[in-house]
């Protein structure tokens, strides 16, 4: 017999650990999607210095969270309730940023609103533009931007200074901060953008909407008008919806861990995005161009990398595959695919590496490897294709992945300090030498 979850918890509402001739009870705590978890808030007191150990927390719960619901088994993800199949073929990704920072989809003054006070709050001192001059125009555009949302806080000193949180109180200047970040950022992304480029740096559009003028910011050309192109423009907003919160992804975590010692939003966030860069996590979008270029440029040989990636002498992985938690196909990608196939074939883009990609992937889901660790394609298997095709650069792709997920990093900065969780500060197992005399230099 198969016990759900919710049978366990009808049966019993305890768990019971024991050590050696002791036994200790944890109360359990069940989220509103039948999920348990062992509550071992008393665990170290109750028995004199026991802790446990999650390297990476493969099991351990961080906080209890309103905000994103995925059940990796079963490929199912959803914002504050609302499916990601539906939210990415229906709706708009600012209406979707204030579902999941404020919880409620947004009515349409509410949205206008909204919008309106983020154009306010979008404007980045001229003082921005000298450190972004400083840097070489090799630097990786994560770093700049990571560098640059850092150097937001010295010109919104107020950003700092949202201390002890209470929503009634707090309401207007944590409302400040939100606009700002969802305003300033953009400026931030295509400056990096542009920077790289060697372009005059752009400023955005009231007029526009905010996607749109993501775009126009980026792409616009000196001394041309800017030709807004709507293939483009849907698939930027279903890409920046489908990155938009992922519950405790590494990224997350990070703003909320950095947001719980009551560092600023733009402080979180910056370090958020510095965790995102790493090819493990959001920079796996760049990884996977660069792989499947690179096979491209080996000759195609698809069979070859399979082998390469299943060899555990060889540091080889397959990019945009595998996941912490889907064991079953990560929703995103499935969306993700087709959007790829839409967009190149609107763009009347052939682009040879779609085919290189598909292969890789009809391999890994027929091969026993692959199929018994359970590793499908991630969204960032088939997210840079259409980044490509866009016109993106590589390196910005992952800035792009940034973009999208300010909304959750927000939400989750926003929850963790109304909630006002404690600061995050886990333990360890110390391994290293025991108790040793200091010798003096002459003595060693
Ligand atoms: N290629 C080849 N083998 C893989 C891959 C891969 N992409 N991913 C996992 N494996 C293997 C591991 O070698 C391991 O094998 P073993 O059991 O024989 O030792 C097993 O599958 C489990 O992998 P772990 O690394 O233990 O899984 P973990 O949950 O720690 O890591 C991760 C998940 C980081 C996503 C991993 O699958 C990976 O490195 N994938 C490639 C990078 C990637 O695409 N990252 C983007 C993730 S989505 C996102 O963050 C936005």
Redesign the pocket.
Known sequence: VFLTNKNILNMIDKAKLQIGENSYEFPLIEGTENEIAIDIKTLRGVTDGVITIDA?Y?NTGACQSAITFLDGEKGILRYRGYSIEELAEKADFLEVAYLLIFGELPSKEELQKFHEDIKENSIVDDDVRKILDAFPKSAHPMGVLSSLTSALTAFNPSNDKINNIDYERTKKSLYDNIVKVLGKIPVLVSWTYRKKLGLPLEYGDNSLGYVENILKMMFKKPNEDYVPNQVIITALNKLLIL?AD?EQ???TSTVRIVGSSHAGLFASISSGISA?WG???????Q??LEMLEAIREDGGDTKKYMAK??D?NDP???????????KNF?PRAKIIKVAAYEVLNDLGIDDPILEIAKSLEKEALSDA??VD???YP????YSGIIYRAMGIPVEMFTVM?ALGRLPGWIGHWCEMRLRKEPIGRPRQIYTGETYRVFKSISQR
């Open positions: 990476g493969k990155h992922h992804n590494c990224s995102l090819p493990l996590h959001g920079g796996a979008n990884a996977v990636a299943k555990k080889f992985r397959l990019m945009g595959f595998g996941h912490r938690v889907y990560d490897y692959f660790r359970k590793l991630n969204v960032d298997f992945f």
